[in-house]
């Protein structure tokens, strides 16, 4: 009985079978390769996608540190401060309007 059993084995994988289906093995094994470039495709699109995410909070961060800054540099008080080692100060009289008596201004 166990001999006619080999006999079986042997005749089903013999070389004509495995001729036979070389494509359909062939056809498994690239869909093997495509499964795991697959995988290791989305592996690196998803850690480049982390990496963006961190870099745009990281510019997000940065975009509301430096707006607050000028903000603050902004105030009158403080371009007072900054222009004021140039000898430019603060008017504390209104502008004086110059007329020219040639031109009528009305």
């Not at 961190?54 to 707006?67: A, F, I, N």
Request: net charge positive.
């Amino acid at each position: 009985m166990k001999k006619e059993l080999k006999k079986e084995w042997k005749s089903l994988i013999s070389h004509k079978w495995l001729v036979k289906n070389l494509p359909f093995f062939l056809f498994l094994t690239a869909l093997a390769v495509i499964y795991i470039y697959n995988g290791h495709y989305a592996d690196k699109t998803i850690r480049n996608i982390n990496q963006a995410t961190k870099d745009l909070k990281e510019m997000q961060y940065e975009y509301k540190t430096l707006k607050s800054e000028v903000m603050f540099r902004s105030k009158e008080s403080e371009l007072a401060k900054a222009v004021e080692p140039f000898g430019l100060r603060e008017l504390e009289a209104p502008p004086i309007q110059l007329n020219d008596s040639i031109i009528d201004v009305k």
